[in-house]
């Protein structure tokens, strides 16, 4: 979170006597008219360091409170859910949101656990302190790298042997067999889940066994999610720099022409 606030007016205000209300309005406007430069420069920041981000992550920081004449602060943060429609209507607590997401990306080490790894974890599919990453060979992925909500939720809901409230239910003996089949709506042909690791002689995490001639005939695997251990990060998202840059370079002069305008409109 980033506070800008205004210090020496009250020294300009003494200067020019008789005018503390233009020069409040003019610092007030030049407050929210950085903060926005400052927003289109982190979110141009973003797009430089992440490789295709999507638009939640992208548009992730925003200005949370503007100045106005009688509070000369604005503050500039990253997105942290509250009061967003979208998050309201997703319903679903535990939810990770930009500003937990990327807190690592400006602070550095270890990552949140997401929603999906957490449920992961509870079942026993995930181990503690794994993080999972989306297979590339998945071809399961969408255009900006990440696996579906409903492609995830199918996973947990396999693997889940409890039925329990929340992310992904239990799939039922019957339901699992008509996957293997193929006979779900929207299959082309059908496969199974199982995890890698240990005497499988694959790389820890989920995969897919897939049977596009039947379950008697040939079936290949794929990787959908790969565990690592402890994933961290190197402090890459430089928010605060990249703020105070935009502020050291625009706030002289978009006051100064703000103030410029206030005192001739007050003629």
């Not at 020294?11 to 233009?22: D, F, Y």
């Not at 103030?259 to 007050?266: F, I």
């Amino acid at each position: 979170m980033i506070k800008v606030e205004i210090q020496g007016l009250q020294a300009t205000m003494a200067w020019l006597a008789g005018h503390e209300k233009q020069v409040r309005y003019a610092a007030s406007r030049a407050l929210n008219d950085v903060a926005k430069s400052v927003v289109t420069a982190e979110r141009q920041h973003v797009a430089s360091i992440f490789k295709g981000p999507t638009p939640r992550t992208l548009n992730a920081v925003k200005v949370f409170s503007g100045a106005k004449r009688d509070n000369l602060e604005v503050v500039i943060g990253v997105d942290d859910g509250v009061g967003r429609k979208e998050f309201k209507a997703m319903g679903k607590k535990g939810t990770i949101t930009p500003a937990k997401y990327l807190l690592a990306q400006i602070m550095g080490g270890q990552r949140a656990p997401k929603r999906f790894e957490k449920a992961l974890i509870s079942i026993g599919a995930m181990d503690p302190g794994d993080s999972a990453v989306f297979a590339k060979r998945s071809e399961a992925l969408d255009a900006y790298g990440n696996l579906s909500g409903a492609h995830l939720t199918q996973i947990i809901s396999y693997f889940r042997t409890v039925k329990a409230e929340g992310y992904g239910g239990m799939m039922s003996k019957a339901r699992k067999m008509k996957m293997m089949k193929g006979q779900l709506k929207g299959m082309k042909w059908g496969k199974a889940y199982f995890r890698g690791g240990g005497k499988t002689g694959l790389p820890d995490g989920i995969w897919e066994r897939h049977y596009p001639n039947g379950t008697a005939e040939k079936s290949f695997i794929r990787p959908i999610l790969i565990y690592v251990r402890g994933t961290s990060y190197r402090p890459v998202f430089k928010f605060k720099e990249v703020a105070s840059g935009v502020i050291a370079r625009e706030w002289k002069q978009k006051f100064d022409s703000a103030l410029a305008a206030a005192l001739r409109s007050a003629k």
